[in-house]
């Protein structure tokens, strides 16, 4: 079987990580990967006035998985515009509500914590909440302005990723925390309280705990090994994975995929460390947070011995002292290694 993969390098760094982790996909499950690759990118927006093609969503659809590198360049545009103008469209037109964030330490990396033995999996509603678009600005450019932005919380989008949550609680180790504010969000943030504790009652085997979202950042730092599936907002996922990457030793960790469960629509995967335009042209970047993102893309299609294998030398590759320390070895460096790895 060859799965079809939609290759969206983007801007700066997404560009050699791309590379190097389909690189290593390629070679982990040879021949099932049929890549397409569309430059969309912030160059596209200042050649065309848009980051993809006004068909690009009814052009993705028939693929069987993206792949995302980085999308952003805030000097030439800004990020509101390249988010909204790509990232954002995609996972709500392909309803892919469940991003998933791994956090725990590779073999031979320290981070800052000093501590090793936790194993966090984020899981962050990804289509609605906080970043759901809905607002705007009126008497704009007087000293009257006002911006309203209003955050939309469904039955249906609540719920479903509370469920998602459960599920994957229930596949590791049974314990689910469920992050809020409802001491001070007493509509949006109670309501996700109440579905919490209403699906409870179908999943007896899970351990669920309560944290406002300040409480848990506490606990991510002072206890990490103490948490094992935490589902949050998109705003407040979206703060937590990245506290999760510092602990897991930084954004060249960090990886991630948005999933549409019901598998109606492609899901997406990408490394979430940006594009670095600070350094995208000096051929450091940590390419291990897009291979993982690959693996974790071959698991969702299925091809859990080839996912299996990724890690297993991204393993091996942290575990000599390559990639631990950002800057330190150049992406080829890295991308060899996991490459002689999988040998």
């Not at 996922?237 to 960090?254: P, R």
Request: overall charge negative; charged content about 20%; proline content about 6%.
């Amino acid at each position: 079987m060859t799965y079809r993969i939609a290759l969206i390098p983007g801007d700066g760094i997404g560009l050699p990580v791309t590379e190097a982790a389909m690189e290593v996909a390629q070679k982990a499950a040879p021949g099932l990967l049929e890549t397409v690759t569309f430059p969309w990118s912030c160059e596209t927006y200042l050649q065309t006035g848009r980051m993809m093609p006004e068909d690009g969503i009814e052009t993705l659809r028939s693929f069987d998985a993206i792949f995302l590198g980085a999308v952003g360049w805030p000097a030439l545009v800004p990020d509101a515009v390249s988010l909204h103008g790509l990232l954002l469209p995609i996972r709500k037109a392909f309803v892919q509500y469940a991003n998933i964030r791994p956090h725990r330490l590779l073999p031979g990396v320290q981070g800052p914590l000093r501590k090793e033995g936790f194993d966090i999996l984020c899981i962050r509603e990804n289509t609605e909440g906080e970043y759901s678009g809905a607002g705007g600005r009126v008497h704009v450019g007087t000293p009257d302005e006002v911006a309203v932005e209003t955050s939309v919380f469904t039955r249906v989008g609540v719920e479903r990723i509370l469920r998602f949550g459960f599920e994957q609680a229930r596949k590791r180790r049974g314990k689910l925390a469920s992050v809020t504010k409802s001491n001070a969000q007493k509509y949006s943030m109670v309501f996700w309280d109440e579905i919490t504790d209403q699906l409870a009652a179908d999943y007896p085997d899970v351990e669920v705990s309560h944290y406002h979202v300040d409480a848990i950042c506490a606990r991510m730092v002072m206890a990490p090994e103490s948490l094992d599936v935490v589902v949050a907002s998109n705003l407040f996922g979206d703060i937590l994975t990245d506290l999760g990457a510092a602990i897991q030793g930084g954004l060249g960790f960090a990886a991630s995929a948005n999933i549409n469960p019901s598998r109606s629509a492609p899901s997406m995967f990408e490394p979430v460390h940006g594009s670095a335009p600070d350094i995208a042209h000096l051929g450091i970047a940590n390419p291990i947070a897009a291979i993982w993102s690959a693996a974790m893309m071959m698991d969702h299609l299925g091809e859990a011995v080839a996912a299996a294998r990724i890690m297993a030398a991204l393993g091996a590759t942290t575990a000599q002292g390559i990639g631990t320390v950002p800057g330190q070895d150049r992406t080829e460096t890295i991308t060899r290694a996991v490459l002689a790895a999988l040998d």
